[in-house]
């Protein structure tokens, strides 16, 4: 049974760069493809980032140009590099592995715990 953790959120200001984590154990995800979303209060769980299998990537529009997502199968761990954040950015950052369905719903067979990143302005 697959696990996905998360970590590297906290509160920081806006400009400022973050780095989150994905550690995976338990089984294999490197062929598969594995992403990033978010879910700030109130709002429904959206897509940010993917990467697959082959290292193509696939951006939110909101992020496009800001986040780098990447991936060391090595490692078993996917990454999420935050640039000039934004207030707008808050929210609990989840990593997910092998979708169901299309890459940009938030329908995966594997969740992380999550992680709580705030952008104070």
């Known amino acids: 049974q697959g696990q996905l953790v998360a970590s590297g959120g906290g509160l920081v200001q806006s400009v400022v760069s973050l780095s989150l984590s994905c550690a995976t154990s338990?089984?294999?995800?490197?062929?598969?493809?594995i992403g990033w979303f978010r879910q700030a209060p109130g709002k429904e769980r959206e897509f940010v980032a993917v990467?697959?299998?082959?290292?193509?990537?696939y951006y939110a529009i909101s992020v496009k140009g800001r986040f780098t997502i990447s991936r060391d199968n090595a490692k078993n761990t996917l990454y999420l590099q935050m640039n000039s954040l934004k207030s707008e950015d808050t929210a609990v950052y989840y990593c997910?592995?092998?979708?169901?369905?299309?890459?940009?719903?938030?329908?995966?067979?594997?969740w992380g715990q999550g992680t709580q990143v705030t952008v104070s302005s």
């Open positions: 338990g089984r294999t995800f490197s062929p598969y493809t």
């Open positions: 990467i697959a299998s082959g290292g193509n990537t």
């Open positions: 997910a592995a092998i979708p169901r369905r299309e890459w940009t719903r938030p329908d995966y067979a594997y």
